[in-house]
């Protein structure tokens, strides 16, 4: 998404679009959707009840197979991320 004007001046006649096309408008989530949607989906890993990061990361690297598997599926849907492996996010 662009700037905050940017995005609402988008949002206003999308949905007065689809107001005239007797559909449901679209969910005003904000000017910037990655925020709330990431924040979102913190919370909910947060509320589970295992460390993610942990099994996933521990789930390729301790097993070849596994980590082959990936690389194939990559190789297969993913041709841009071939060769490139699960990044350790960090805070900052």
């Not at 700037?3 to 408008?25: C, D, K, M």
Request: proline fraction near 8%; charged fraction near 25%; charge should be negative.
């Amino acid at each position: 998404m662009d700037g905050p004007a940017v995005n609402i001046a988008f949002l206003r006649p999308l949905n007065a679009h689809l107001e005239s096309e007797q559909s449901p408008p679209l969910i005003d989530l904000g000017t910037c959707t990655l925020h709330p949607v990431h924040t979102a989906f913190q919370k909910g890993v947060e509320g589970l009840p295992f460390d993610v990061e942990h099994f996933v990361t521990e789930w390729f690297k301790l097993s070849s197979a596994r980590r082959e598997d990936y690389r194939q599926v990559q190789a297969e849907d993913l041709e841009e991320c071939v060769g490139k492996f699960f990044l350790k996010p960090v805070s900052s």
